[in-house]
């Protein structure tokens, strides 16, 4: 059964450092991960594909990577802003289980002015 | 514009009641999802269906009923059986082509037992 960690559940950081936010999964047979960030008492909104195929992905001050064969993915937002503070929460698709996405729990982070 | 709407956003239960929880979505997608979320948790699936009329169980279906009676529409229901029902409820969507599309979410309902 695929479990999906995220560690640590939460984090506090100064204005302007880097973000790494660390994710990992039990079973590589994994179809794509997902970075996710929630607000409090909001919807998720999506970040981050990763195709199982690829090792990395980008989007502004946002970097993921993915590494299948040890489980793991880093989420990387650089020089932090107060208004990254949010949860972000990691997701997989096994490829045995048709669009069902596993979750972790979430590291909530709070960037501080 | 287009997107997922969800309500209400809070929603009140009394014992031995059921409640329905509304999900649209107007991006013209096959497939719908519903999660629950915990308390610092991740979210878990409860039902999903991949077309119109057809529907599958998650991992936490029970005490849960759907329909999907058109496209754009996937109510779920929360019966009397289920008996921790307090959680935060999450409708996602994707265009279903595929089992690794990007799902896109709601803004999610809150349910509470009076």
């Known amino acids: 059964k695929q479990e999906v960690t995220q560690i640590p559940a939460a984090l506090s950081v100064p204005e302007g450092e880097n973000l790494v936010l660390n994710c990992s999964f039990t079973d590589s047979a994994i179809y794509n991960l997902q970075w996710f960030r929630q607000d409090p008492g909001k919807g998720l909104t999506s970040l981050l594909l990763?195709?199982?195929?690829?090792r990395e992905q980008t989007s502004g001050r946002l970097n993921a990577s993915l590494d299948k064969s040890s489980g793991r993915s880093t989420l990387y937002i650089a020089a932090s802003q107060p208004g990254d503070s949010a949860t972000y929460l990691c997701a997989v698709i096994a490829t045995d289980s048709w669009g069902k996405l596993q979750f972790g729990a979430g590291t909530q982070v709070v960037v501080t002015p | 514009d287009g997107g997922i709407t969800q309500s209400p956003k809070y929603l009140f239960r009394k014992e031995g009641q059921n409640v329905t929880l509304s999900c649209e979505q107007n991006l013209n997608h096959d497939a719908m999802y519903w999660y629950r979320q915990d308390p610092g948790q991740g979210l878990r699936l409860i039902y999903y269906s991949q077309i119109v009329n057809d529907f599958q169980k998650g991992d936490i279906a029970e005490g849960y009923s759907v329909s999907r009676e058109k496209k754009e529409s996937f109510p779920l229901t929360v019966t009397s059986a289920q008996k921790n029902p307090t959680a935060f409820y999450l409708c996602a969507s994707s265009m279903g082509d595929s089992q690794s599309d990007t799902q896109y979410f709601g803004p999610g309902t809150r349910l509470l037992v009076l």
């Open positions: 990763i195709q199982s195929s690829q």
